[in-house]
């Protein structure tokens, strides 16, 4: 299949060939690996059990496809769906089995009211007062301080009205553990004041290293995508990926000494140097501060060299053809290995990714 499409491509100079390739293939693939994030969600069900696993499907999946992940874990055993907003819940309703929790995690405000009910939806109020007839879980400001109830005012609210009591994390994945300690001794003694509500404050970071942090459910995303909260190797965690991005070496050519790729002329050749152009840009998500990171082309790391543009960057070679596959992400190229690179996360790199059909083409695979 490779190397089909490899034979394919070769024969760019072909322009009736290319364009057709560009067409019916997309400029790059994003592979979405079902199996491992099968693996992920019974990996992070043990670590957290006897606590339920609700998976956090919000953006799209952090840009893995909401549909088939919301399916995937649901079908491994999780016990709820997690999204940022009110919209992203009812798209999500019609895409799953029906009875499914589905909690909208971003602050509840007025304008939602109608869409959480006729979606099913259950919210998260971090304001009072809140309307009656919805489920709502109180989210508690223990210190991340954006939104969130004061711990007096989430007391304030008489149990019966409360189906849930929340909060979130600011430095679960940092290595001092003082922080995340002391919000969880907050939370845990709020959560204590409401017995008969599902207690819940663990993102992927939290459940993997704090088990007082687990209660009743935990909330994993980034977790379940095989992407490493702590910014390591996913491997450490026993966590695989489960996004894979390939494109190809759209066109070879040598840059003799002097001649330079790109804008801002900023790789400059000192001898002659043989580069490919790979079809991905910033406008697909390929960061333009990745400059200088490697990617696979035939299986062997290669730089990326110059300024990364809207559609394009290019990469050293070395005798390896035009046609050559390059793997972006995958094969064991890591999107933390780019958000380093960048400054940032992974979360960052993954979400970013643009998969509409002008563009990268997304295929899941399951196995
Ligand atoms: C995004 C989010 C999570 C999931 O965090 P991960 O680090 O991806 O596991 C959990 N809880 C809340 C409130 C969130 O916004």
């Not at 909401?66 to 309703?93: M, P, Q, Y």
């Not at 109020?125 to 879980?137: A, E, I, K, Y």
């Not at 002659?272 to 990171?293: C, E, N, Q, S």
Request: hydrophobic share 40%; net charge negative.
């Amino acid at each position: 299949m490779r190397n089909g499409q490899a034979a394919v491509t070769r024969g760019g100079d072909n322009p009736g060939v290319q364009r057709e390739t560009e067409t019916t293939r997309g400029r790059s693939e994003v592979t979405i690996d079902l199996g491992a994030l099968r693996r992920n969600v019974r990996r992070l069900r043990e670590v957290a059990a006897p606590a339920a696993l609700w998976a956090v499907v919000k953006a799209d999946a952090y840009g893995h496809g909401v549909g088939d992940a919301a399916r995937t874990a649901l079908a491994e055993g999780a016990a709820a769906l997690c999204v940022a907003t009110a919209r992203e819940g009812a798209a999500l309703r019609a895409r799953i089995r029906r009875g499914t929790r589905i909690l909208v995690m971003g602050p509840f405000d007025a304008g939602d009211e109608a869409v959480a009910q006729e979606y099913g939806l259950e919210v998260a109020v971090s304001r009072l007062p809140f309307p009656d007839g919805l489920v709502v879980h109180l989210k508690i400001d223990t210190g991340m301080g954006r939104y969130g109830l004061t711990a007096e005012e989430a007391l304030s609210v008489p149990s019966d009205r409360v189906a849930g009591v929340m909060s979130h994390l600011a430095t679960a994945d940092e290595p001092d553990e003082t922080f995340a300690r002391e919000q969880l001794e907050a939370f845990a003694a709020l959560a204590a004041r409401f017995p008969d509500a599902t207690a819940h404050v663990a993102n992927s970071a939290a459940t993997l290293r704090f088990p007082e942090a687990r209660h009743d459910a935990v909330r994993c995303g980034v977790a379940l995508y095989g992407l490493d909260p702590f910014g390591h190797d996913p491997a450490d965690q026993a966590l695989a990926p489960v996004l894979s991005w390939r494109s190809r070496v759209a066109r070879a050519r040598t840059l003799g000494p002097g001649e330079s790729t790109g804008y801002g002329r900023r790789f400059v050749a000192e001898r002659p140097t043989r580069i490919g152009l790979v079809p991905v840009g910033y406008a697909d998500g390929f960061r333009r501060g990745l400059t200088g990171t490697e990617v696979l082309v035939a299986g062997t790391r290669r730089r990326v060299l110059g300024t990364v543009s809207m559609d394009s960057f290019a990469v050293e070679l070395g005798d390896e053809p035009e046609g050559a596959d390059v793997t972006i992400i995958g094969d064991g190229v890591l999107a933390e290995e780019h958000a380093r690179v960048l400054g940032t996360i992974n979360y960052e790199v993954t979400c970013g990714i643009r998969t509409q059909s002008e563009r990268a083409t997304r295929t899941t695979l399951d196995g």
